[in-house]
């Protein structure tokens, strides 16, 4: 029942692989617990056995907690809606609110430092490659993944973005970006080439078989130039995201055209970067004003 859920949602609800992934995890956990209670069956589950399960979870944060009811109601939901269950047990459960922290963005001077931490090997001037095309486009780490070659106009230096719920969006490479994108795939041809895999559509390959690089690995080489370049070491694809609009922001964007850069649904999910750009006008303010 678990796996016809997970088929639903990746075919028709059109959830993103992530997302399929994650769900996975957490419906296998509980449905491993139940089983130990001595309840095997998901259609024998009720409402205080998934409260003593969510009771047992170690001290989970708002949002992972949230994530995880998020995939419990909408299995039991298709459980109940499917005619399986006469009553859909997570009917009496709450999701927690969620707080929304600032997102962390990397000022212009460490991002800097970052786009020129890699070297001049062809791993390095795939890492840039990848640096760039995620700082100049604020594209999710999971749609860098997805990038194929088809998906790069060179001459308008624009990139078609496929985001969540298969929605298309255009986004837009600097200058910056463009050399290293032009670097980078001469590389890769260089190196399809000794791996025998010319057909390769994806944009990023790896090294070892000239697969696709995935979301992981480009999560890694983030994380890796971050380390080198002295910033902190939990700066993540997502942080060059949150750069990237708070740097637009900073220089005078305009919110709508950089919710639509983002791929947000709702302009109130973007107004969260202006909390950030007014923040370092107050932090320059105090520090300028003579009387602030």
């Not at 786009?115 to 760039?132: H, I, K, N, Q, S």
């Not at 973005?161 to 986004?171: D, F, I, N, Y």
């Amino acid at each position: 029942m678990l796996q016809a859920w997970l088929s639903t949602m990746q075919h028709s609800r059109q959830a993103s692989p992530h997302t399929v992934r994650a769900y996975r995890s957490d419906l296998s956990a509980l449905l491993g617990w139940c089983t130990e209670q001595g309840v095997d069956d998901p259609r024998h589950i009720d409402t205080l056995l998934l409260r003593e399960y969510l009771a047992t979870l170690e001290n989970p944060s708002r949002s992972t907690t949230a994530r995880k009811l998020a995939a419990m109601r909408g299995f039991f939901g298709w459980l109940h809606t499917m005619g399986k269950i006469e009553s859909d047990p997570m009917g009496p459960l709450r999701t927690p609110r969620r707080g929304r922290p600032l997102p962390r963005a990397l000022d212009e001077d460490a991002m800097g430092k970052l786009l020129a931490t890699p070297d001049r090997t062809p791993a390095g001037v795939r890492d840039r490659a990848v640096l760039e095309m995620l700082y100049s486009t604020g594209m999710r780490v999971g749609e860098c993944e997805g990038l194929d070659l088809a998906d790069i106009d060179p001459d308008a230096g624009s990139v078609r973005v496929l985001g969540k719920g298969r929605k298309e969006r255009l986004t837009f490479l600097g200058s910056p970006a463009r050399r290293a994108l032009d670097a980078w795939l001469v590389e890769r041809d260089a190196l399809l080439g000794r791996k025998r895999r010319r057909i390769q559509t994806a944009l990023f390959v790896n090294a070892r078989d000239g697969g696709r690089l995935s979301s992981r690995s480009i999560a890694r080489i983030v994380k890796r130039h971050a380390e080198s370049a002295g910033l902190p070491s939990d700066t993540s694809p997502h942080t060059l995201r949150h750069s990237f609009a708070t740097h637009l922001l900073d220089h005078g964007a305009d919110l709508r055209v950089v919710q639509e850069m983002l791929g947000h649904e709702s302009l109130s999910t973007t107004q969260v970067y202006t909390h950030v750009s007014i923040h370092r006008i107050k932090e320059v303010y105090e520090r300028a004003h003579p009387r602030a």
